[in-house]
């Protein structure tokens, strides 16, 4: 399976059916760029490379920790670059790899999604809350 395109393909089932088949394949990746920062660390870098404290500073909320290890796996899983600066003293700089280039455009497409749905998934939550707990 080369990809998944449900606008092409007009059998959701079949579509489904592939996706899961090929889950053993599909979860690990997903796994990989999935999690709680990487979307927003590779958007922070993707223009230009950056620095630790600019990248934390882009993010506002991550930790100092956080920031370190999501950097380390992007690094080892080839999204990122890290290149040592010679100067004094030392600085790091991040860049994004044409691998983690190449996510550009979903990620973009999930975070205008984001944009325009956050309201509605807001207001599901808190008709769900409300429902669940009758004043």
Known sequence: MNSVDIAED???ACVAQRALSEMPQIRPVLDKI?????????IAI???PARFNEI????NGITHKALADALKR???NGFVTR???????????????PLGH???????ALCGWALANGREIDEAAERYDNGRNPA
């Open 46 to 48: 993707c223009p230009r």
């Open 56 to 59: 934390k500073r882009r993010l």
């Open 83 to 97: 290149t040592v600066l010679p100067t004094a003293p030392i600085g790091v700089e991040y860049a994004i790899t």
């Open 10 to 12: 007009t059998d959701l």
């Open 74 to 76: 992007l690094e080892r």
């Open 102 to 108: 190449s996510l550009r455009q979903p990620f973009e």
């Open 34 to 42: 999935a999690d709680k920062w990487t979307i927003l660390i590779l």
